[in-house]
C-alpha cells in the first residue's frame, strides 16, 4: 500500500471509521487499557506484527496495564491512508 495523507475531508471522516481514535496535531492517538501487563503487552506483540507486515511503526508506550499509540507517516509529515488502515486492524484486534 503506497501512503497517501489525508486531505481536510478525508480526516475529519476518518474518526467515524475509527472509533476510539482521536486526530492530535499531525498523528492519530489513542489509548487502550487492560487488566495488567501481560494482557497489555500480548496486544502489543499482535500489532508489531501488523506493523512489520505494513513496514509501518507507530510511536507507542506501555505503563503497566496502559498502551497508547501514536499513528503518523513521518516521511510525508501526517495522517495518511495507511496511519486509517492500521488504526482500523489495532481496533479489530482489540475487539477480539
Known amino acids: 500500500m503506497k501512503p497517501h495523507l489525508l486531505q481536510n475531508e478525508e480526516l475529519k471522516e476518518l474518526i467515524a471509521k475509527i472509533p476510539g481514535w482521536e486526530i492530535i496535531s499531525n498523528h492519530l492517538e489513542r489509548e487502550f487499557n487492560f487488566g495488567d501487563f501481560i494482557e497489555a503487552f500480548s496486544f502489543m506483540t499482535k500489532i508489531a506484527l501488523i506493523c512489520e507486515k505494513y513496514n509501518h511503526h ?5 505503563v503497566y496495564s496502559k498502551v497508547i499509540i501514536k499513528l503518523s507517516t513521518h516521511d510525508l509529515g501526517g495522517i495518511t491512508n495507511l496511519d486509517q488502515k492500521i488504526a482500523s486492524e489495532i481496533n479489530e484486534i482489540f475487539e477480539k
Open 58 to 62: 507507530p510511536n507507542w508506550e506501555n
